[in-house]
T-cell receptor, first 109, second 114 residues
Framework: DAKTTQPPSMDCAEGRAANLPCNHS???????VYWYRQIHSQGPQYIIH???NNETNEMASLIITEDRKSSTLILPHATLRDTAVYYC??????????FGTGTRLQVTL | DGGITQSPKYLFRKEGQNVTLSCEQN?????MYWYRQDPGQGLRLIYY???????QKGDIAEGYSVSREKKESFPLTVTSAQKNPTAFYLC?????????????FGEGSRLTVL
């Protein structure tokens, strides 16, 4: 599976949009981009995934560049409860995921 | 409610002792996984199972063992051969073939070796 690169930490003011970037320049054509988040000492929570097209659900939006070498997770109106570590993962049909160290998002008042 | 249950949430063990962590799911998922997480680190795959009575080693299987006798259960045994077992252990499940499915995680078990 392709390796991802994420900034180690980011801050965001409450109510603002949080834009979390992820680079995956070695992604293959059949690899999906997944985002999970982990609140301290809990199990990771699925957020969203996509292959080529932009995706949106009740939690977030996923923007994937046309060349698929990078993506951005957007939390449209961040709240204090969104403070967590966010993991970007790219995956093919192999039956396992590889989690890196993610981005620690701190939402502040 | 459907989900994954891990127990115990906290566990203490003396060096040289084996310990078994429980993972049960009622989501009717075929695939189940065990991950280990150390402080400030990402998750690392220990073992996974795609179907009952079958499982494969992940990236850090040494010192661990698993069984998959029932679809809903995937216990992990941390043996005395595991050199540094103190960690946060996470169990997950998904529908068969993780190509497009999401992983559902339990709340984790924190093991401390005294």
């Amino acid at each position: 599976d392709a390796k991802t690169t994420q900034p180690p930490s980011m801050d965001c003011a409450e109510g603002r949009a949080a834009n979390l970037p992820c680079n995956h320049s070695t992604i293959s054509g059949n690899e999906y981009v997944y985002w999970y988040r982990q609140i301290h000492s809990q199990g990771p929570q699925y957020i969203i995934h996509g292959l080529k097209n932009n995706e949106t659900n009740e939690m977030a939006s996923l923007i994937i560049t046309e060349d698929r070498k990078s993506s951005t997770l957007i939390l449209p109106h961040a709240t204090l409860r969104d403070t967590a570590v966010y993991y970007c993962i790219v995956r093919s049909t192999a039956s396992k995921l590889t989690f890196g160290t993610g981005t620690r998002l701190q939402v502040t008042l | 409610d459907g989900g994954i249950t891990q127990s115990p949430k906290y566990l203490f063990r003396k060096e040289g002792q084996n310990v078994t962590l429980s993972c049960e799911q009622n989501l009717n998922h075929d695939a189940m996984y065990w991950y280990r997480q150390d402080p400030g680190q990402g998750l690392r795959l220990i073992y996974y199972s795609q179907i009952v009575n079958d499982f494969q080693k992940g990236d850090i299987a040494e010192g661990y063992s698993v069984s998959r006798e029932k679809k809903e259960s995937f216990p992990l045994t941390v043996t005395s051969a595991q050199k540094n077992p103190t960690a946060f252990y996470l169990c997950a499940s998904s529908e068969t073939d993780l190509n497009t499915g999401e992983l559902f995680f339990g709340e984790g078990s924190r093991l401390t070796v005294l």
